[in-house]
């Protein structure tokens, strides 16, 4: 096997691979033979620039199934589009999702690294977690962070890569343990998140159309979806270990010296003491501002939400208390100007991302301001509905299509906004509940993310990989994230089918069939 140190290939021996990893090496080497991230969306970029030009000359139009409105395709080398390019270049980089979440997050997390925390940390679990149970936990973990919005993408996947890094293991294994967790296992939630009420919102007003007494409760796919964890959690574990880690080959010269390797002084554990003293009193902080007498975190109108939406300021606290912690009692911060030399050496990391970022901004604009995935999401559910399957085949298909379509379409409640209106009254008419309807969409609307260059986060996945192996490449990341994503439809969609059979309940008050 070929040594899979950083600067090296990241595959090992091709000689006496299987079929499958045969299949994979070449998906790896083709998507590497396309140009360079950057490259690739600056050339996307005008192939959607010429794409629009070429759908508004012919009046490429459709009709959006929920409002009846006209949709109609852009022409972005208009007047009117180019003047919306530049005037919103900024704009559009500065509001693209992750772009801020991560950088805001990178600076708790730089004083945590470089302070040596997260190091000692890890050192901390790899000796307490058994070896057997560290994927899996990964894999669960990343479905769980679902709870803290995208949160997983930042903090989940370097940790997965750190922890398998720190075990003699592929690094990139336990990146893509994580990232099959956070998002291939998306939906898939032991606890309700913020998507259960997003997405009951679009169910409701569609069954609606054909029952106007009709109500969704918002945890109607719960029970569905806390059954789907320990499953992906499993087939996630079984995929890393049986075909990821094989194919890799070994970390490190002689079978792997991990960063993680060796014991903690005893300075070391007075700082990791002291450190988690910290975040429990961080944590219990944030808490208490949590409560509802306090009408801080919790609003009587609004729930929850003002914590969901700051989660990402509260992990900052919860990397940069303990870290500075950390380093004040084991000596590796003296004054505020090593603190300040931390944060900004974290983010000079960032800015190779920074600049992908600012590229995959402007195409994902480019695509959404020319309409044209919308126009296709209508054609294909119309090519769908006209195809004619009834019941089983139809909702294994109609979960195809929106997995098809999510590779297009990162946003959950954007497609669903468009198929819901079509898909949950035919259904009903067949004899099957909205809920039903609505967790065969969020099946379809898990697996590929992991496959798809469209996803906001997944420049930040190469950024993280190429930490560990130099020219990581597209290629490389779909190749090593194919063989989740096929797993993960098959048992999903084979969990579903068996769930309907049977007859079991979706959530609450959710039954698997309508009867008008």
């Known amino acids: 096997m070929t040594d899979s140190r950083p600067g090296s290939q990241p595959t090992g021996n091709r000689v006496g691979k299987g079929w499958v990893q045969r299949a994979l090496d070449a998906v790896e080497t083709v998507g590497n033979k396309l140009p360079q991230p950057v490259t690739l969306f600056a050339i ?18 459709a009709t959006h199934p929920g409002t009846g409105q006209e949709i109609a395709a852009v022409n972005l080398l208009s007047a009117a589009g180019i003047r919306r390019i530049f005037t919103e270049m900024v704009s559009v980089f500065a509001a ?15 004083v945590a690294e470089r302070s040596g925390f997260i190091a000692a940390a890890l050192k901390s679990f790899v000796g307490s977690v058994p070896r057997v149970a560290i994927t899996f936990s990964i894999v669960t973990a990343g479905m769980l962070s679902s709870v803290a919005a995208d949160a997983g993408y930042v903090v989940l996947i370097p940790l997965g890569a750190a922890i398998f890094a720190g075990m003699g293991r592929h690094p990139l294994a336990g990146l893509a343990a994580a990232f099959a967790g956070v998002s291939g296992g998306f939906g898939a939630n032991l606890f309700p998140t913020s998507l259960d009420p997003l997405l009951a919102g679009f169910t409701e007003p569609a069954a609606r159309i054909l029952d106007p007494d009709y109500t969704v409760n918002p945890m109607c796919n719960w029970w569905f979806m806390a059954a789907s964890v320990p ?10 270990e049986r075909l990821i880690e094989p194919r890799l080959g070994p970390w490190g ?9 060796g014991g903690l002084t005893e300075r070391e554990k007075k700082g990791l003491v002291w450190a988690s003293v910290w975040s429990v009193v961080v944590l219990g902080f944030f808490v208490v501002l949590a409560l509802p007498r306090f009408q801080i975190f919790y609003d009587a109108e609004q729930g929850f939400t003002p914590l969901y939406r700051s989660i990402v300021p509260i992990m900052t606290i919860l990397f940069f208390v303990p870290g500075l912690v950390y380093g004040i009692v084991t000596g590796s911060i003296t004054g505020d100007k090593q603190v300040a030399k931390m ?37 294909g559910a119309d090519g769908l509905k006209a195809v004619g399957f009834t019941g089983i085949p139809l909702l294994v298909s109609f979960i195809l299509v929106a997995s098809v379509i999510n590779i297009a379409i990162g946003s959950a409640s954007a497609k669903w906004a468009i198929l819901a209106p079509i898909f949950v009254p035919m259904l009903m008419l067949m004899g099957y509940s909205p809920e039903t309807t609505q967790a065969a969409y969020r099946i379809g609307d898990s697996y590929t993310n992991i496959l798809t260059p469209l996803l906001p986060y997944f420049p930040l996945v190469i950024t993280f990989a190429a930490k560990y192996v130099k020219d990581v490449g597209i290629g490389t990341i779909i190749s090593l994230m194919l063989p989740f994503s096929v797993a993960f439809a098959v048992v999903r969609i084979a969990m579903f089918v068996v769930w309907i059979q049977l007859g079991w309940p979706l959530g609450l008050e959710a039954p698997i069939h309508y009867e008008p």
């Open 44 to 61: 996307l970029m005008g192939l959607v620039l010429l794409a629009s030009w070429v759908a508004g000359t012919v009046g490429l139009k």
């Open 96 to 110: 693209f999702p992750p772009l801020g979440l991560v950088l805001v997050v990178m600076i708790g997390i730089g």
């Open 231 to 240: 499953l992906v959690g499993v087939v996630g574990t079984l995929v890393t």
């Open 253 to 261: 010269v002689e079978g792997g010296q991990g960063e993680a390797e």
């Open 343 to 379: 944060t900004a050496e974290s983010m000079g990391t960032m800015g190779g991302y920074i600049v992908l970022a600012f590229a995959a901004a402007q195409f994902v604009a480019y695509f959404n301001w020319s309409n044209i995935g919308l126009i296709l999401a209508v054609f």
